[in-house]
């Protein structure tokens, strides 16, 4: 064996150890946002694959990683500077959101800490229903 093939050995095996810890990360990931979100492991498997999670009509995918820094990125910048006027203010509101809102759309997107997921749905259930009430609707 030459020192070509050598070297050509050794790369495809720190690959395929490299490819084997991302594996081990991402279904970490999985497990940790299955648990974050308090959903329940469906009767057949407690599988960290999304599409096998006992999610009635959401579907999810869980991204980690690096394919995830320039996200988290920008929502911890959006967060800061929401937190930049909130401390101007007596009372400070603790939960917040950021949206996404891509131009030529007529939709948006919506990201939030899953820590804080429960509390912002709350807030907004309470929001839709005082909306529901000034226009009558209740």
Not at 30 to 39: H, M, P, T
Not at 66 to 80: C, G, L
Not at 112 to 125: G, H, P, Y
Request: with cysteine.
């Amino acid at each position: 064996m030459d020192i070509n093939d050598r070297l050509k050995a050794i790369k495809e095996q720190q690959i395929k150890r490299k490819n084997s810890i991302s594996r081990v990360q991402g279904r970490a990931s999985q497990d940790l946002a299955k648990e974050l979100l308090g959903i329940p492991d469906n009767k057949y498997t407690a599988s960290s694959d999304e599409e096998y999670w006992n999610s009635g009509k959401i579907r999810f995918e869980v991204k980690s990683g690096k394919q995830v820094s320039e996200t988290v990125t920008k929502f911890e910048h959006a967060e800061s500077q929401s937190w930049e006027f909130e401390l101007t203010k007596d009372e400070q509101r603790e939960l917040f959101s950021m949206l996404m809102m891509p131009h030529g759309t007529k939709d948006g997107l919506f990201i939030c800490r899953i820590s804080q997921l429960r509390d912002i749905v709350e807030e907004l259930k309470s929001l839709w229903k005082q909306e529901g009430e000034e226009d009558g609707l209740d």
